[in-house]
């Protein structure tokens, strides 16, 4: 009996509480008001440059990046208008290693768009003067609009809270901006005599020692390591469209010099922001984790290069 007449309670709370719910019930105030806000895509035109090269001033003065504005959904209703805006970061590995954003520093480069698609080029010297600021090595510049519905700003990079183009993610052709990094670029940069700033190994190598690096091809270099016996070139790889350096689980030698029970010794180089190469500063960055058939070296170990 106990349970039945909980039963009956609980029903009764029921359909007071959707009693409730119906009393209450009505339109939206009228004070509430909705907006549709358009979804933009902001594209890179692979025409165009892709990559500002900092090398020098010749090689800025060819960069010419080229990118497309557009409504996402074709026959959606456009916004008002767009101001095209253009936000600046810096991601060097030293100082920024896991590339955090912010959106403290945000110009304008093109006002009163109102027709889309629109298409954009833009050159290093015009980034130059909206920053009031020379190019950078690892420099990041995104391209967005700000987008007007009526009298309503919604920003692309706003200080506080997401930007009109985020929440689109992984949808096909669809790009929240257009980015172009500035490396520094030198097709023969990694080939000749570098020698040691710095290596965290202990017994590795010693600073102010030469290095001999080979360069293989555009993508690749070679050069054999220290305090091993039989040692061996191990080949590097190098992504040039971020700077970053890596190699995979490596045999280096037979076994160090200065402990032989520690055989076959073995290099291994994350592609990690932290493991770079820098022809401006004349730098190579590894952060190398070593092994032999006896043990794992807990950690990294920075060695640090410089070209002589």
Request: charged fraction near 15%; include cysteine; aromatic fraction near 10%.
């Given at each position: 009996?106990?349970?039945?007449?909980?039963?009956?309670?609980?029903?009764?709370?029921?359909?007071?509480?959707?009693?409730?719910?119906?009393?209450?019930?009505?339109?939206?105030?009228?004070?509430?008001?909705?907006?549709?806000?358009?979804?933009?895509?902001?594209?890179?035109?692979?025409?165009?440059?892709?990559?500002?090269?900092?090398?020098?001033?010749?090689?800025?003065?060819?960069?010419?990046?080229?990118?497309?504005?557009?409504?996402?959904?074709?026959?959606?209703?456009?916004?008002?208008?767009?101001?095209?805006?253009?936000?600046?970061?810096?991601?060097?590995?030293?100082?920024?290693?896991?590339?955090?954003?912010?959106?403290?520093?945000?110009?304008?480069?093109?006002?009163?768009?109102?027709?889309?698609?629109?298409?954009?080029?833009?050159?290093?010297?015009?980034?130059?003067?909206?920053?009031?600021?020379?190019?950078?090595?690892?420099?990041?510049?995104?391209?967005?609009?700000?987008?007007?519905?009526?009298?309503?700003?919604?920003?692309?990079?706003?200080?506080?809270?997401?930007?009109?183009?985020?929440?689109?993610?992984?949808?096909?052709?669809?790009?929240?901006?257009?980015?172009?990094?500035?490396?520094?670029?030198?097709?023969?940069?990694?080939?000749?005599?570098?020698?040691?700033?710095?290596?965290?190994f202990p017994n590795g190598f010693t600073a102010g020692q030469t290095v001999t690096i080979t360069r293989v091809s555009a993508t690749t270099f070679k050069?054999?390591?220290?305090?091993?016996?039989?040692?061996?070139?191990?080949?590097f790889t190098l992504a040039s469209a971020t700077g970053r350096v890596s190699i995979a689980k490596t045999k280096i030698g037979n076994a160090f010099t200065w402990d032989l029970t520690q055989t076959n010794p073995n290099v291994t180089v994350s592609s990690a922001a932290?493991?770079?190469?820098?022809?401006?500063?004349?730098?190579?960055?590894?952060?190398?984790?070593?092994?032999?058939?006896?043990?794992?070296?807990?950690?990294?170990?920075?060695?640090?290069?410089?070209?002589?």
């Amino acid at each position: 009996m106990k349970i039945k007449k909980i039963n009956i309670l609980l029903a009764l709370g029921v359909i007071a509480i959707f009693s409730g719910c119906e009393k209450d019930d009505g339109a939206l105030p009228e004070r509430v008001s909705i907006a549709d806000v358009p979804t933009i895509t902001t594209n890179v035109d692979a025409t165009g440059s892709t990559i500002i090269n900092s090398l020098n001033a010749t090689t800025l003065a060819t960069f010419a990046g080229k990118f497309k504005v557009d409504n996402y959904f074709p026959g959606t209703p456009p916004p008002t208008k767009v101001d095209i805006v253009v936000r600046k970061n810096n991601f060097h590995p030293d100082t920024n290693p896991n590339a955090v954003t912010n959106n403290n520093n945000v110009k304008v480069f093109k006002t009163g768009v109102t027709s889309l698609p629109a298409n954009f080029t833009v050159t290093a010297a015009e980034i130059a003067t909206l920053f009031g600021a020379p190019i950078q090595t690892y420099d990041n510049y995104d391209f967005a609009p700000d987008i007007y519905v009526g009298d309503k700003k919604y920003e692309a990079f706003p200080v506080t809270g997401l930007g009109a183009g985020t929440g689109h993610a992984g949808h096909p052709l669809w790009s929240e901006f257009a980015r172009y990094n500035a490396l520094c670029q030198d097709a023969n940069f990694h080939g000749g005599n570098f020698q040691v700033i710095s290596d965290a190994f202990p017994n590795g190598f010693t600073a102010g020692q030469t290095v001999t690096i080979t360069r293989v091809s555009a993508t690749t270099f070679k050069f054999a390591f220290a305090n091993v016996t039989s040692p061996v070139e191990v080949t590097f790889t190098l992504a040039s469209a971020t700077g970053r350096v890596s190699i995979a689980k490596t045999k280096i030698g037979n076994a160090f010099t200065w402990d032989l029970t520690q055989t076959n010794p073995n290099v291994t180089v994350s592609s990690a922001a932290t493991n770079f190469l820098e022809p401006c500063a004349g730098i190579i960055n590894l952060n190398i984790t070593y092994a032999t058939d006896q043990k794992l070296f807990p950690g990294t170990y920075l060695l640090k290069l410089k070209k002589i």
